[in-house]
């Protein structure tokens, strides 16, 4: 009996030991791997100047893009970039089509449900552009009563439309590329977007048509917590990992040369 029972004890502790080596190569193996991470497919939609959106020469550009390659540096991976609609970002990120999301995407509780995110990278309000032969001057509830305004289906922007500006009609676009061209051709009383677009937009020959009124004050529980990179669930090291080089080209002005090449403002927020 004493011999079988210190043959039992001797194999608990053989199987113990194996098992603990084997969960500490685990997960060696598990922090090797996020720490070689070489590449990284990134996201964005390719249609919202002047955030992300395809040059003259065909290659994608913008704030997002530019900010991406950034973080790409800093991290010392490789960016490798793509396209997506943005009804398809988040699905397309779940089933693994690419690593993060560098598209404008807003932290918000509902795409935290889904999703992570880094810290935010921008943070810019919400704003409302006219006609330039429009009477409005007010960007109030009051003010807009009863009027049409065109916003991009699925944004933040569209959900402050239709929770602040209940009495007016709000349309919803796929992309900020067709409400634009609504309003130029008199279809819509008014549009909403974020300043950097809409701002972009007014000062070019394309938005000549066009006047901004006013921006509404940033409100988190509409617009979230900012922009941020999404990444799948269970990817948090990896949005740590963003969040620490937003963070450093914000330190070293890499994020300030990047910024002034676009807006006359800050970007960033708090």
Known sequence: MITLLKKNKDALMSFSRIALAAFMSLTAATSLQAAEITK?????????PPFNFTGSDGA???????????????????????????????????????????????????????ISFSRSYY????????????????????????????AQGGTTHS?????????SEVSLYPTSEEYKLDIENGRLDAVIDDLGVLQSWVDSDAGSCCKIIGSLPIQPELHGQGIGVGVPKGKEELADRFSEAILAIRENGTYKIINDKYFSQDAFGE
């Not at 006219?130 to 009863?146: D, H, M, Q, W, Y």
Request: aromatic content about 6%; charged content about 20%.
């Open 123 to 150: 943070n810019t309000p919400s704003t409302i552009a006219v006609p330039k032969n429009s009477a409005l001057t007010e960007i109030t509830p009051e003010a807009l009563n009863g009027l049409l305004i065109g």
């Open 159 to 167: 959900v402050v439309a239709e929770e602040i500006y209940v009495n």
């Open 60 to 114: 994608l550009t913008g704030f997002d893009v530019e900010i991406g390659n950034a973080l790409c540096a800093e991290m010392k991976v490789e960016c490798e970039w793509g396209t997506q609609e943005w009804d398809g970002m988040i699905p397309g990120l779940i089933a693994g089509k690419y690593d993060a999301i560098v598209a404008s995407m807003s932290i918000t509780e509902e795409r935290l449900e889904r």
């Open 40 to 48: 990284l497919r990134l996201a964005t939609e390719g249609a919202y």
